[in-house]
């Protein structure tokens, strides 16, 4: 999609030659506190490295940064310094790290990047596991190159850096080089898969409709050759999908229901893990209108159709022999004569009818559609991720994701596939009490509850459509957009959560 500002990365590995004759525009040199006292660095950046010694400007501490210009292969480079400290690194230190140090390459527009490990790195992270160093280093810097696309006349010409090649000039472990290529690769497929999410949140909500998403869809199961079906408006409220139809019918942009599948298996059974993405391209609240300060956030309340679509991504990279279901209902939710209103009983695809009494309590309602459709298409174990609540920002700030399960094995394994990869999910409890707060009079479902217990009563909405089915909710609200950068994740769209499904997808612990 053109609207989108994709560049590849390219990432590499060499050994055995002085990492001073690598041609590059920025050499970034982790040093821990004692490498900075007795390490060996090359001659030619001799001089530069004994004016900042002699200065004192750098020690080698955790997270200390300096940067030098020094003589590199034929041309000048600049010297990225970056502190390890004097402990053992977690991988989520590292990402950091290298999302840091892509920064400061980016700011002297490098093109081709060193980065410099010292022999001791994998020994001195806390895993001691080649591939999760790679990993992690990999994903970090890729992460930290993020831009988002911006609209202004004058375009620099820079977008970031195009190689990164990672060196190490002494090699004491068996199988390094396979084992780092493996990290790398894996690093650079969650990386990419973020990006995509991040790219296709950012864009503005008249840049993407229901349509441009169902097509951004389009293109990208056509890329990996998925197979893939899209419901228009009259398709969908055919099927008898009144969540999705109603949301939608106050809009000009009409909805549609999206489907892709990635098929890893031989066959279509066993286990299919069914992803369910919010797709709602703006939300204005309907005719419950929201106020209208902040309300330009709104752009980002498809990021969990986005992380759904950028977890397909990554796994057409990666290629696990696994099936994964991935169902995206979308809809502009607007004010209009021929908005839904308060007071309005629907029915969904489950037969199940709603009462609604909060427009723009709509996700749940989209997603209520989404599940059932899931199931239908033969899914056997659900995640559904949404910006579901600002309760959930109440709870948990930008920092956490909030959870809400009817399978605490599930989740437990989800939960821990999340501390590999430093997204922080945080349970939120599904009390039987908060399942009767949806009571209403009149309908099945009630789709507001007012404020009390807000993210757990929404997440039991849509749990409530997984009839028993394993199911995990995922709701990201408060961390899909950030109001400033912080770590890997840069201001606005971060594509969180692609990375922990991706692993909890790749990982053999979890359950089956
Ligand atoms: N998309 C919003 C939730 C949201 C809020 C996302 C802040 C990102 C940042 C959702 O559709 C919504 O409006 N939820 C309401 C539900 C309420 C009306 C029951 C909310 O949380 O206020
Ligand atoms: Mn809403
Ligand atoms: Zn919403």
């Known amino acids: 999609m053109d609207k989108l500002t994709r560049y590849s990365l390219e990432t590499i590995w060499k050994t055995e030659v002085p990492v001073e004759s690598i041609e590059a525009h920025a050499v970034i040199c982790l040093v821990s506190e004692a490498e900075w006292i007795t390490g060996h660095f090359p001659e030619s950046w001799k001089q530069a490295i004994t004016s900042v010694k002699e200065r004192g400007l750098f020690n080698g501490s955790e997270n200390q940064m300096f940067t030098i210009p020094v003589k590199q292969g034929n041309s000048a480079a600049t010297l990225v310094l970056v502190g390890t400290g004097e402990h053992p690194m977690s991988a989520e230190e590292l990402r950091n790290l290298a999302a840091k140090a892509a920064k400061a390459s980016m700011q002297v527009s490098a093109d081709q990047v060193v980065f410099a490990m010292p022999s001791s790195l994998v020994s001195y992270s806390a895993t001691q596991d080649v591939a999760t160093v790679a990993h992690a280093l990999t994903e970090g810097f890729i992460l930290g190159t993020y831009r988002r696309k911006n609209y202004k006349q004058n375009q620099k010409a820079y977008?970031?850096?195009?190689?990164?090649?990672f060196h190490q000039e002494k090699i004491t472990i068996p199988n390094f080089q396979k084992e780092w290529e493996k990290g790398m690769s894996d690093g650079k497929a969650y990386a990419e898969g973020t990006i995509y999410a991040r790219d296709i949140t950012n864009l503005p909500g008249n840049m993407l409709v229901p349509e441009d998403l169902a097509r951004a869809a389009e293109d990208l199961a056509n890329k990996h050759g998925l197979e893939y079906s899209i419901m228009d408006e009259k398709k969908l409220e055919k099927k008898g999908m009144g969540g999705l139809f109603s949301v939608g019918k106050g809009s000009?942009?009409?909805?549609?229901?999206?489907?892709?599948?990635?098929q890893g298996k031989e066959s279509w059974d066993g286990e299919i893990v069914g992803l369910v993405g919010k797709g709602i391209t703006f939300d204005t609240g309907g005719i419950s209108?929201?106020?209208?300060?902040?309300?330009?956030?709104?752009?980002?309340?498809?990021?969990?159709?986005?992380?759904?679509?950028?977890?397909?991504?990554?796994?057409?990279?990666?290629?696990?022999?696994?099936?994964?279901?991935?169902v995206i209902p979308t809809a502009e939710n607007m004010p209009s004569g021929g908005a839904f209103k308060p007071g309005d009983v629907i029915t969904t695809l489950s037969g199940r009818t709603v009462e609604i009494l909060n427009t723009d309590a709509e996700g749940r309602v989209v997603l209520a559609d989404g599940m059932t459709y899931a199931k239908e298409l033969g899914a056997t174990r659900l995640i559904d991720v949404a910006t579901l609540t600002g309760a959930v920002v109440s709870a948990l700030g930008d920092v956490a994701t909030g959870a809400?399960?009817?399978d605490e094995t599930f989740l437990n394994s989800f939960i821990s596939a999340s501390r590999r990869t430093g997204e922080k999910v945080w349970p939120l409890p599904a009390y039987p009490e908060f399942q009767e707060m949806l009571r209403s009079d009149v309908a099945d479902l009630r789709n507001s509850t007012g404020r009390n217990a807000a993210s757990s009563t929404a997440g039991l909405f849509i749990g409530t459509f997984a009839d028993g089915m394993p199911w995990i909710h995922l709701d990201i609200a408060g961390t899909a957009f950030l109001t400033k950068e912080r770590g890997v994740n840069p201001k606005g769209a971060t594509g969180v959560m692609v990375r922990t499904i991706v692993e909890w997808i790749l990982s053999d612990e979890r359950v089956v």
Do not use: F, Q
């Not at 977008?159 to 090649?165: A, L, N």
């Not at 209208?292 to 980002?300: F, H, K, L, T």
């Not at 950028?310 to 022999?321: S, Y």
């Open 252 to 262: 000009i942009h009409p909805p549609r229901m999206i489907v892709i599948k990635y």
């Open 404 to 406: 809400v399960s009817n």
């Open 289 to 326: 209108l929201k106020p209208r300060v902040g309300m330009e956030e709104m752009i980002s309340d498809m990021g969990g159709a986005a992380t759904v679509l950028g977890v397909l991504e990554a796994l057409c990279i990666t290629r696990p022999k696994r099936n994964v279901l991935v």
């Open 159 to 165: 977008i970031g850096p195009g190689k990164v090649i």
